[in-house]
């Protein structure tokens, strides 16, 4: 008499391949979530180096850095119509129209040299710049008086807050940053009592 093989598996086989499995999601999710704060760490990184390369080359045409919002935030001071950071870099509005002599971006870039022309992933539903975390909470400083350092007091009076975080000063030291242009901005999910930041300078 010819007995039936166990075609199925029993209960315990099964429990035992899907605790196997839950070890492995475990293991394996966090990999790729942290290799993809990684990335965009890179990339927020490389837009940093790209929008310092259009202010440095604002410099180089007209002898000092632009003087973008009071706030140093990189949206500060945005309206429907207006954004100051952009308007100013890309020589245009948002929406593609051209610069009346009297906006503050036409009268600082009176040549109107489009300094850096920026993408569709830069710019968010309501027309902020955004970083590759889709972060608008960016901050903007330059070396206003030309001494080769960016320092509190001479460039600007309070290091904007990104996302309710400010640098402390094993970051932006008293002495300052040795640099023309920074930017920074928080890390998405940080916190106070753990505050992260992506910097241009490090």
Do not use: C
């Not at 000092?64 to 870099?89: E, K, Q």
């Not at 109107?112 to 608008?136: C, I, M, P, S």
């Not at 007091?153 to 990104?162: I, N, W, Y």
Request: aromatic share 10%; proline share 5%; glycine share 10%.
């Amino acid at each position: 008499m010819r007995t039936r093989g166990h075609a199925a598996f029993t209960l315990l086989e099964l429990l035992a391949v899907i605790a196997l499995i839950g070890l492995l999601a475990a293991l394996i999710f966090p990999a790729f979530g942290a290799a993809r704060r990684s990335a965009g760490k890179a990339k927020t990184k490389v837009q940093f180096a790209q929008w310092t390369a259009a202010i440095e080359s604002f410099r180089a045409e007209y002898g000092y850095y632009p003087a973008f919002d009071a706030s140093g935030l990189v949206n500060g001071g945005v309206t429907p119509t207006d954004h100051l950071f952009h308007d100013l870099l890309a020589a245009r509005k948002r929406d593609g129209s051209a610069l009346a002599p009297t906006d503050a971006a036409a009268q600082q870039n009176r040549k109107l040299l489009a300094l850096h022309l920026f993408g569709e992933g830069e710019l968010d539903a309501a027309g902020l710049v955004r970083d590759a975390f889709e972060n608008t909470a960016l901050a903007v400083l330059t070396d206003r008086d030309l001494d080769g350092v960016i320092k509190e007091g001479t460039d600007f009076t309070t290091l904007p807050a990104v996302g309710g975080l400010t640098p402390g000063a094993a970051d932006f030291p008293p002495t300052g940053i040795r640099a023309g242009v920074i930017f920074y901005a928080p890390v998405p999910g940080d916190t106070a009592a753990n505050p992260g930041f992506i910097f241009s300078w490090k």
